[in-house]
């Protein structure tokens, strides 16, 4: 912060899940409980855990708290990225954070409703969709699958409950821009980490880079924003959100 002016910034990285199952297996789905909740294959969680120690290693600043889609996928990229993040041990040969300690304080952790998948048969089939409605999301079994000591229960999220099935796409977008400028006005004093799905990643860049086309997000692509945060008199004024990301140099590729 400068201490002449009160001025800092915000760091938001919003980021892609890593490789889920059914595109590896397509049959996964025939004999799945839940088939539109795809978990991470063993290599999804090795590119997120991965992903996870490249932010501790690259970026000027601290990552102080994480909000993450409920589906699985997104649980698991997320509890992968909070372990490499916040571990306590040095050990490079380490492909997964299983078994690697943490300190719990360095990260909180929160489930939020609005960064979920497109509600709407673009992102999820319909004969794969639920047909009672019933999402099978038990918010505090996902909360379990966070890495212990991690999950801050007294943050309020922005959404209550999944959005309505058939979601148009415009209403997914416009979604995906409140929902960071909502978590990130909540959060104003801290930088945050979003784990969400590949449209929410595009939407991140094309709607705080202004007149870019999003071309591809691959798995465990992110974008990284930054805004400038005006403290006077223990109150907080935000400036407007830049992406830093560069076309293809975080697995997120547009053009302009």
């Known amino acids: 912060m400068d201490s002449t002016t009160g001025e800092y910034y915000q760091n938001v990285v919003v980021m892609r899940h ?145 959005p309505e099935w058939e979601e148009s796409v415009s209403q997914t977008r416009a979604r995906y821009e409140q929902i960071i400028k909502d978590l990130a006005d909540k959060h104003p004093s801290e930088n945050l980490l979003l784990v969400t799905h590949g449209e929410g990643v595009g939407v991140a860049l094309s709607s705080f880079k202004k007149g870019s086309e999003v071309l591809e997000v691959d798995y465990c692509g992110y974008v990284e924003l930054r805004r400038p945060i005006f403290m006077k008199d223990h109150s907080y004024t935000a400036g407007e959100f830049e992406a830093l990301t560069n076309t293809g140099q975080t697995g997120v590729k547009y053009i302009i």
């Open 18 to 162: 890593g490789d889920r199952i059914d595109n590896l297996d397509p049959l996964w789905i025939s004999n799945a409980t839940q088939p539109w909740d795809p978990p991470l294959i063993q290599e999804g969680r090795v590119r997120a855990f991965c992903t996870g120690r490249k932010f501790r290693n690259i970026f000027g600043f601290p990552l102080h708290r994480v909000f993450v889609s409920p589906f699985l996928r997104c649980i698991h990229t997320a509890s992968e990225v909070i372990v490499a993040l916040s571990s306590v041990d040095e050990n490079p040969d380490a492909l997964t954070g299983h078994s690697l300690t943490i300190d719990p304080s360095k990260l909180k952790a929160s489930v939020e409703y609005g960064l979920c998948e497109m509600m709407n048969k673009i992102a999820i089939r319909v004969d794969v969709a639920p047909k009672d409605g019933n999402w099978g999301f038990d918010l505090s079994e996902r909360e379990a699958m966070l890495p212990s000591g991690t999950v801050d229960n007294n943050v309020e999220r922005v959404y209550k409950k999944l």
